[in-house]
Each structure stands twice: as structure tokens, then as C-alpha cells.
């Protein structure tokens, strides 16, 4: 996964809507929960675009990766940011390399 700006906005998306999603299910319930994560991801995706703007490869690298630990679990989500391409769509799994 590549670092740069509209790969954190991705996954920072990708987080968030599943966040939204499981503040739903929970409804009434699950507001603190959402809020915190919420929180934290908005948190996360702001300083990962500092650092890719400061051109703080590790730092930016680093951050992304805690993105991606925040997404981990929704994994088998097909909207998963690492189960796509760069161009965003499912990788063919008939391909030499690609990811299923």
C-alpha cells in the first residue's frame, strides 16, 4: 500500500464508515464507543497527513500502519482497503501476484 495522502483518506474512510455502520446496529446504544474510535481515527488520518506533508516518510509509514490496525478488523469487509488495488478495484485472483 502505498503512502501517500489519498491512501490514508482511504483507509481513514473506510474506518469511519464502519464505525457509522456499528453505531447503527447498536442505536440506542454504542454512542461513547463511536465517539472514541471516531476520535481516534480523525486523529491518526490529521497527523498521517502532516507527516506526508512534512515529507516524514517514517512517521507517515508508521501512522498509516495504526490506520490499518484500526481497519484490521473488518478484514473480509469487501470494501477493505488492502483486499483493492491502487485503482481501486478487487485484485484478479487468476493473476501471478495478486491478492484474492
Not at 469511519?16 to 471516531?38: A, F, L, M, N
Request: overall charge negative; cysteine-free; hydrophobic content about 30%.
Amino acid at each position: 500500500m502505498s503512502v501517500d495522502l489519498q491512501t490514508g483518506v482511504r483507509v481513514y474512510q473506510f474506518i469511519t464508515d464502519r464505525i457509522d455502520e456499528r453505531r447503527r446496529d447498536q442505536y440506542p446504544d454504542g454512542r461513547e464507543e463511536h465517539d472514541t474510535d471516531w476520535i481516534a481515527a480523525h486523529d491518526l488520518e490529521k497527523a498521517f497527513a502532516e507527516a506526508v506533508h512534512a515529507d516524514e516518510s517514517g512517521t507517515a509509514e508508521h501512522l498509516l500502519q495504526q490506520l490499518r490496525d484500526m481497519a484490521a478488523p473488518w478484514q473480509d469487509h469487501p470494501h477493505h482497503p488492502d483486499n483493492h488495488t491502487d485503482s481501486r478495484r478487487q485484485p484478479d485472483s487468476t493473476v501471478p501476484g495478486s491478492r484474492p
